[in-house]
């Protein structure tokens, strides 16, 4: 078999102000005609500055050592034209974001044509390459392609604007095609249909893929060989199979043990019922006048249980959780807290609701003040409340630090010296503070790795042990829900498709919705995907 | 980044790293040289600037009068140092005053939102339309300006931009998880405003208040040069080169080149700490990502 990417002792290290940095050490593989070889790793890992240096697309602060030969021709000593006839040509790249990675102002069609001519020895018109782009568009399978390339990127969803990059990228017939990420901003469903796709790509052209992920369900669906990296260093390699029955490294067996399994839960769990703590009643919400972005969504969370929310984006979701919170309001339904509602209750009564409910948001970047100690930050629900003297509340902050595991330690410390893991808990630690009655966690693990989400998850379902809240747990992770809720709510466009017990939504679920996002959700176990995919493809 | 740092260290960092930046440096250089010569200078170096000396009358630099004297007698070094007193109260007066509106005005409008945000603003497009230096020669011309009266004036025409800066930062800021979690328990918004907006732009607005202390001084300038600034004996340095720029063809280059590089210096050294502080600021907002 003849390689068409050989990378041998590939080494990046970047200047900044705080000095060299070691972002890619001592790596070296190699990538086959025909295979699909996935490159797995946490956040800083170093996967992306790889994908990068292959095309020789990292700035001006990194340097760049060993080798990197493409179809036997080292791209690292190519300098200016010889370069740019590689990009694109032999080896092109599809982006994470598929919006900033088109031209809001030109058309879909004009795009891909221009990425022909750039590499057609003899340029014409754009429209001289109208039917190529056709038949790239219906190669990419992109319905109506006539009037697609007529239209601007933003008339197109997220998956079909990865689609066009998709054609943008085999359009010169690369021999290496690198995926940076490439359904991590799509929706599972959307997803599954592109990596089908890049697979019928594989299969019909021969082309060698490299994908760059953190996650693991999508490398068992579609990768031949995985190389496993951690802080710039190559940790493992092996067969996709392999890897997955058999890692042979402890690091390895950490990342697959972290990823939460869908149905990997037996039991059903019972929770008596104690009263509500939240309910909804036929809750619409419209934004703007325009479309329903809620429509009449009844929901009902008792106390001490926890119910996931899970749906696609756009679904809903977080709005339904700002209803809780208060923080839209409802055209029409009823929201209640503690059989209460809120928005009809005296400013006094309404006031006494909120101390009840804790919430806790996804951004670890934004969900603290960087300006305030996290001390401070714990203690801002008291003080908003007027709860509690000066030592009494540093004994609470201190213990509550003590709860989610970092320790009382880091109170006087700052946002910014803790990772993001950190700050999810010293945001839990918040949203406890009060120990309310109810919490409202809006995707808290979703920015971020695996192993820390682990983590995460595991210290909110001890401390729901102990404290015992109702808790509203939305995401768009049908495994994390699986692992963490009593029961499931099925939400798709603005309304609840399904709703039960756990086991019965997500092991059998009624609605046609639930059984294509349950099947469209990557398992990492490559044998269990196959079957998914057929019963998927099969079924559609 | 070291594990303990205390809310001083982090705090000093700021200063430390605008120490540390060559160009907001020198600019503080600059302005400290400038502050002594025009406070302290006079103690040191007495001059008459009230009566006129017509025995002196535009005399070039030479002993006794190491800059010359002016077309009514008055030693130029001297008079320099009085007109730098002038000119820098009134630039710091109106650079505060300015960014004090401003960013009130913008805070409110941005919390705010809705119908308040958009006729707060629209006031804000439409004094943008009309040129500051025209309403402040109106204005000059209705009352003789004293010192306090030409901080206060410039002060209340400059406040536009910084309303629009305050504005923009207040929107991003409103819409962090923090302001959301506050909020959803019952917060207040004077609390989400003082304790956590205000700190969060403080950055901004710091550096604002440089450009805008810059901006006053040259408008001084200007308003003095067109005739129409501080009542005489009082001068400043746009008045100077205003009175100077007469005996141009009389090759009297004492009365013009010294107000003119004092002009330059000290806007100059503004702009520099700006510059400075908004790079320290950063780099604490990149570490906090």
């Known amino acids: 078999m003849n390689d068409v990417l050989r990378v041998r002792d590939l080494g990046v290290r970047f200047d900044t102000e705080a000095g060299e940095v070691t972002a890619l050490d001592g790596l070296s593989f190699s990538l086959g005609e025909r295979e699909i070889l996935a490159v797995v790793g946490e956040s800083g890992s170093g996967k992306s500055t790889m994908a990068m240096s292959v095309l020789r697309l990292l700035g001006g602060a990194a340097t760049v050592s060993g080798s990197v030969e493409l179809e036997g021709e080292d791209v690292l000593a190519l300098r200016g034209e010889e370069l740019r006839r590689v990009r694109g040509k032999r080896a092109a790249m599809i982006f994470q974001e598929p919006m900033t990675a088109l031209n809001p102002l030109q058309r879909i069609g004009a ?133 997955f029955a058999a890692p042979e490294q402890e690091y390895t067996r950490e990342l697959l043990e972290a990823v939460p399994l869908l149905g990997g839960r037996a039991e059903p769990s019972t929770v008596d019922d104690n009263g509500p703590a939240l309910e909804l009643e036929r809750v619409t919400v419209r934004y703007g006048g325009g479309v329903k972005a809620v429509d009449e969504v009844s929901l009902r969370v008792g106390r001490g249980e926890l119910l996931g929310l899970v749906g696609e984006s756009g679904s809903g979701k977080s709005t339904i959780g700002g209803c809780a919170l208060g923080l839209v309001r409802p055209e029409s339904g009823a929201v209640r807290l503690f059989g209460t509602d809120p928005n009809r209750a005296k400013r006094r009564e309404a006031l006494e609701l909120r101390r009840r409910i804790g919430v806790v948001f996804q951004d670890p970047g934004s969900s603290l003040d960087p300006r305030m100690t996290i001390g401070q930050c714990i203690a801002e629900p008291l003080l908003v409340h007027r709860e509690g003297t000066k030592s009494g509340r540093a004994k609470r902050i201190a213990e509550l630090l003590d709860a989610v595991e970092l320790g009382a330690g880091v109170a006087d410390r700052f946002p910014h010296e803790l990772s993001g893991g950190q700050r999810q808990r010293v945001s839990l630690a918040r949203a406890l503070v009060l120990g309310p009655d109810l919490l409202i966690a809006d995707e808290p693990t979703s920015a971020l790795d695996v192993s820390v989400q682990a983590t995460v998850l595991a210290l909110l379902a001890r401390l729901h042990q102990e404290l015992f809240f109702g808790c509203l747990f939305i995401s768009h992770d049908l495994a994390v829900v699986d692992n963490v809720c009593d029961r499931v709510a099925v939400l798709n466009r603005g309304r609840v498709v399904e709703q039960g017990e756990r086991t019965e939504v997500l092991g059998h679920p009624s609605e046609d919705y639930t059984r294509r996002l349950v099947l469209a959700s990557p398992v990492p176990d490559p044998v269990a995907q196959a079957e998914r995919r057929r019963a998927r493809t099969g079924e559609a | 980044m070291t594990t303990t740092e205390t809310p001083e260290r982090a705090r000093s960092g700021v200063l430390r790293r605008l120490i540390r930046h060559r160009l907001a440096l020198t600019g503080l250089v600059i302005l400290v040289l400038m502050l002594l010569f025009s406070f302290l200078g006079p103690l040191i170096y007495g001059t008459d600037q009230v009566h006129t000396d017509l025995g002196a009358v535009r ?158 001084i040259l408008l001084v300038a200007y308003v003095s040069f067109l005739g129409l600034g501080v009542a005489p004996p009082q001068t400043d340095w746009g008045a100077m080169l205003s009175k100077g720029i007469t005996y141009t063809y009389d090759g009297a280059w004492w009365l013009i080149v010294p107000p003119g590089i004092a002009i330059i210096l000290v806007v100059a050294a503004f702009n520099f700490i700006g510059d400075g502080l908004r790079d320290a600021f950063e780099v604490r907002k990149r570490a906090a990502q």
């Not at chain 1, 079909?160 to 940076?180: H, K, N, S, T, Y």
């Open chain 1, 111 to 243: 795009q891909i044509a221009e990425a022909l001519r750039n590499h057609d020895p003899e340029p014409e018109r754009l429209t001289q390459y109208r039917d190529r782009v056709r038949e790239l568009l219906e190669r990419v399978e992109i319905d109506d392609p006539d009037r697609r390339m007529r239209q601007y990127p933003h008339q197109l969803s997220g998956g079909q604007r990865q689609r066009v990059l998709i054609a943008m990228a085999i359009g010169c017939e690369p021999r290496l095609l690198i995926a940076d990420e490439p359904t991590t901003a799509l929706d599972v469903t959307v997803q599954a249909g592109i990596l089908d796709l890049l697979r019928r790509i594989r299969d019909e052209s021969g082309t060698a893929i490299l994908l760059i992920t953190h996650n693991m369900g999508v490398v068992a669906d579609i990768a031949d060989r995985i190389l496993v990296l951690r802080a710039g260093k190559l940790v493992e390699q092996a067969n996709s199979a392999q890897l």
């Open chain 2, 59 to 216: 005399l070039p630099p030479g002993p006794g009068h190491p800059l010359g004297t002016d077309e009514l007698g008055h030693d130029v070094l001297g008079r320099l140092m009085v007109a730098g007193r002038v000119s820098l109260i009134i630039g710091v007066i109106a650079g505060l005053i300015g960014t004090a509106i401003g960013a009130v005005w913008g805070a409110v409008a941005g919390y705010s939102g809705g119908w308040l945000d958009l006729v707060l603003m629209r006031i804000v497009d439409t004094g943008v339309a009309i040129p500051a230096l025209f309403l402040l020669l109106v204005a000059a011309t209705l009352v003789t300006p004293s010192v306090g009266i030409l901080a206060v004036l410039i002060g209340v025409v400059s406040w536009l931009v910084p309303a629009r800066l305050m504005r923009a930062e207040t929107v991003t800021i409103a819409e962090r998880e923090y302001i959301k979690a506050l909020r959803a328990i019952g917060g207040s918004r004077t609390r989400a405003v003082f304790r956590h907006i205000i700190p969060n732009a403080i950055g901004t607005v710091m550096v604002n208040v440089t450009f805008q202390i810059a901006d006053a």
